[in-house]
């Protein structure tokens, strides 16, 4: 595997997780609910820095494509806030949040698999008309 890729998934995994208890302490426990500023402080440097790197890494691996990156960011993401809250909060997974989950996990595998030039709806071309300039 890709040494961008891991690299990118792994600060992508790790902000995901810091992202998760940023948001959600609050709602675990009293004592993170009385103190926000505590939190913010806490996790917004690490969260900002795993997803500023992972970001990088993922754009450069996926030919620079934005669409690419953020479509399999999107995926995982999803896919780590749901089981975070299942496990963590102990929120139940019904069926259309187990179908979307699904769709998170076809967009991962779709934008790591699929080649990127494949299918272009421009016709290929840099200006949109199948021609470059």
Known sequence: MNNLLVSALTLLFIGNILAWFQGNLQFTSDWWYSRPFLTILMFSLPTATCFF???????EYLDES????????????????ALFSFFIKGEAVDKKTLICLL??????????FWPSNAGE??????NGTGQSS
């Open 121 to 126: 709806l421009d016709g290929g071309g840099e």
């Open 66 to 81: 934005l669409w690419s990156a953020r479509l399999f960011s999107f995926g995982i993401g999803t896919i780590i806030f």
């Open 53 to 59: 790197f992972g970001w990088r890494f993922l754009v």
């Open 103 to 112: 769709l998170a996990m076809a967009i991962v595998l779709i934008q790591s």
